[in-house]
T-cell receptor
Framework: KNQVEQSPQSLIILEGKNCTLQCNYTVSPFSNLRWYKQDTGRGPVSLTI?????NTKSNGRYTATLDADTKQSSLHITASQLSDSASYICVVSARGGADGLTFGKGTHLIIQP | SAVISQKPSRDICQRGTSLTIQCQVDSQVTMMFWYRQQPGQSLTLIATANQGSEATYESGFVIDKFPISRPNLTFSTLTVSNMSPEDSSIYLC?????????????FGEGSWLTVV
């Protein structure tokens, strides 16, 4: 069964600090991995998408890494800001497009001033 | 990119009633999807909205409970029928613009339904 596990479930850090969120998956076949940011009560917004051949991708202060051999990904947030408070969802695609997606439950990140 | 508008954004519904959620996209898209996100849970795909034909439902979801319309390539509706408190969720419309947009998948802002 395809699964995406994210850790930690929740995280509280001080503004300005860095943090790393983890995503482990058992999706096969594998096409790509996406990270989304979801503010409370809003729809998910895409941060990064990585295919099998990519092992890192950045989007501003967000840097995602992918190790397709160990089936692990991480999302590193640098110099956190209050606006980074949100849920971060890891999504793995088996077939490339929007069909065949497996969603993680997300990591709930709180940035404190 | 695609801009997706969903209506309503929030509603409080009485048990036993039905509510229709609208999804409007600012460009023509082939693939449109409807998701449910229950409190504290990950997104679950309800169905793929097919233009000109019946929607394709995922296991555990049926047309009688979640009828879907897709009259054209920019618009779709999802109806949540005969609602119960277990239907309290965020319902999200999603589109895939395909390889030309790097397989980016866009989501609407969601419709947050509370059934009382």
């Amino acid at each position: 069964k395809n699964q995406v596990e994210q850790s930690p479930q929740s995280l509280i850090i001080l503004e300005g600090k860095n943090c790393t969120l983890q995503c482990n998956y058992t999706v096969s076949p594998f096409s790509n991995l996406r990270w989304y940011k979801q503010d409370t009560g809003r729809g998910p917004v895409s941060l990064t998408i990585m295919t099998f051949s990519e092992n890192t991708k950045s989007n501003g202060r967000y840097t995602a890494t992918l190790d397709a051999d160990t089936k692990q990904s991480s999302l590193h947030i640098t110099a956190s800001q209050l606006s980074d408070s949100a849920s971060y969802i890891c999504v793995v695609s088996a077939r490339g497009g929007a069909d065949g997606l497996t969603f993680g439950k997300g990591t709930h990140l709180i940035i404190q001033p | 990119s695609a801009v997706i508008s969903q209506k309503p954004s929030r509603d409080i519904c009485q048990r036993g009633t039905s509510l229709t959620i609208q999804c409007q996209v600012d460009s023509q898209v082939t693939m449109m999807f409807w998701y449910r996100q229950q409190p504290g849970q990950s997104l679950t795909l309800i169905a793929t909205a097919n233009q000109g034909s019946e929607a394709t439902y995922e296991s555990g979801f049926v047309i009688d409970k979640f009828p879907i319309s897709r009259p054209n390539l920019t618009f779709s509706t999802l109806t949540v029928s005969n609602m119960s408190p277990e239907d309290s969720s965020i319902y999200l419309c999603s589109v895939d613009q395909g390889r030309s947009s790097g397989n980016t998948i866009y989501f609407g802002e969601g419709s947050w339904l509370t059934v009382v």
